[in-house]
């Protein structure tokens, strides 16, 4: 499945997240897609601006029918010390970073952010927040 890009389509998963936010309201957790820096999820080469734009409605939607629980970012593959940055208040670091570095989702966008560490990710990063 190829993710929603086009405007009805992302107006569409938007609302297919809130439904089901609104269905399992204090059930669930929701992550806004998965692994979008893998090309296999995208069906060609992954698309910083679609997932922007898709995150950012779909969060908006799950927020809105469910306020009590925090969306996430979809989970990135291998790349948790580059999803790792410092945010402007001096806080949690939750900007993310694609595999090409490149910033794509303010670090207030979302209030968690899901990573598919491996153990040598999670303990560079690990070193990165220490070093902070």
């Avoid at 629980?69 to 593959?77: H, K, L, V, Y």
């Avoid at 001096?90 to 570095?101: A, F, K, N, S, V």
Wanted: hydrophobic share 45%.
């Amino acid at each position: 499945m190829a993710p929603p890009c086009s405007d009805p389509a992302r107006a569409a998963f938007a609302a297919f997240s809130g439904a089901a936010a609104r269905h399992f309201r204090g059930r669930a957790a929701w992550e806004v897609w998965n692994e979008p820096n893998v090309p296999r999820y995208w069906m060609g080469a992954p698309d910083a601006l679609c997932y922007v734009a898709l995150a950012r409605d779909a969060a908006a939607a799950i927020r809105r029918e469910d306020p009590s629980r925090e969306p996430e970012t979809a989970a990135q593959a291998e790349y948790l010390v580059r999803a790792l940055a410092v945010n402007r208040s001096g806080g949690i670091p939750l900007t993310i970073w694609y595999c090409w570095q490149e910033p794509v989702l303010p670090w207030n966008s979302f209030d968690l952010l899901d990573v598919h560490g491996r153990a040598k990710a999670a303990y560079q990063a690990l070193q990165s927040l220490r070093a902070r």
